[in-house]
T-cell receptor
Framework: AQSVAQPEDQVNVAEGNPLTVKCTYS??????LFWYVQYPNRGLQFLLK??????LVKGSYGFEAEFNKSQTSFHLKKPSALVSDSALYFC?????????????FGTGTLLAVQP | DSGVTQTPKHLITATGQRVTLRCSPR?????VYWYQQSLDQGLQFLIQ???????AKGNILERFSAQQFPDLHSELNLSSLELGDSALYFC?????????????FGPGTRLLVL
């Protein structure tokens, strides 16, 4: 069965510092991986995805993520955090070749950026 | 703004009642997905439609049903509501069925069952 783990409920970082939000996945075969962000009282906004190719994926708002097949990880990163990055971040996986293209989401990580 | 619209934004109702949530996908998108976000279950896939046909079912209760109309908008019907159905319901859409495609989410409908 497919699953996604976000081991940290909350990540605290000071503005201007680099941030990392962790995600590990479990799926047989090759995965498609996604990051979404949810601001308070808003829907999920797509940040980036890994399909194939370069392991470093660049996305919206200066975010990037690194796909690591051996560690089955897809950590979200940003070189310099902004207070406005504070939000709830979700990692999601979809199985390549699966019967459906539904997304399996992690439990979310709350990112708090202190000024 | 993702281009996916959902109405209403908020819904307060009583146990035992029935409600209908509406979703309009992005222009040109044929596939619609419904997800439920609750504190205890997290974000869970409910059901998917593609061009009017049901494509996949997830953890959707028998009291819940959905459909996609010829104009591609979708409705999620929730009946015999229980307190535990209180949640945020998201609709998402994608162009077609390609697994590489991105799903774009609407702002959600927050349902409160009293």
């Amino acid at each position: 069965a497919q699953s996604v783990a976000q081991p940290e409920d909350q990540v605290n970082v000071a503005e201007g510092n680099p941030l990392t939000v962790k995600c590990t996945y479990s799926v047989s075969g090759n995965p498609y991986l996604f990051w979404y962000v949810q601001y308070p009282n808003r829907g999920l906004q797509f940040l980036l995805k890994y399909i194939t190719g370069d392991n470093l994926v660049k996305g919206s708002y200066g975010f990037e993520a690194e796909f690591n097949k051996s560690q089955t990880s897809f950590h979200l990163k940003k070189p310099s955090a902004l207070v406005s990055d504070s939000a709830l971040y979700f990692c999601a996986v979809r199985k390549n070749g699966g019967a459906t293209n539904k997304l399996i989401f992690g439990t979310g990580t709350l990112l708090a950026v202190q000024p | 703004d993702s281009g996916v619209t959902q109405t209403p934004k908020h819904l307060i109702t009583a146990t035992g009642q029935r409600v209908t949530l509406r979703c309009s996908p992005r222009s040109g998108d044929l596939s619609v997905y419904w997800y439920q976000q609750s504190l205890d279950q997290g974000l869970q896939f409910l059901i998917q439609y593609y061009n009017g046909e049901e494509r996949a079912k997830g953890n959707i209760l028998e009291r819940f049903s959905a459909q996609q109309f010829p104009d591609l908008h979708s409705e999620l019907n929730l009946s015999s509501l229980e307190l535990g159905d209180s949640a945020l319901y998201f609709c998402a859409s994608s162009v077609s069925l390609g697994q590489q495609e991105t799903q774009y989410f609407g702002p959600g409908t927050r349902l409160l069952v009293l």
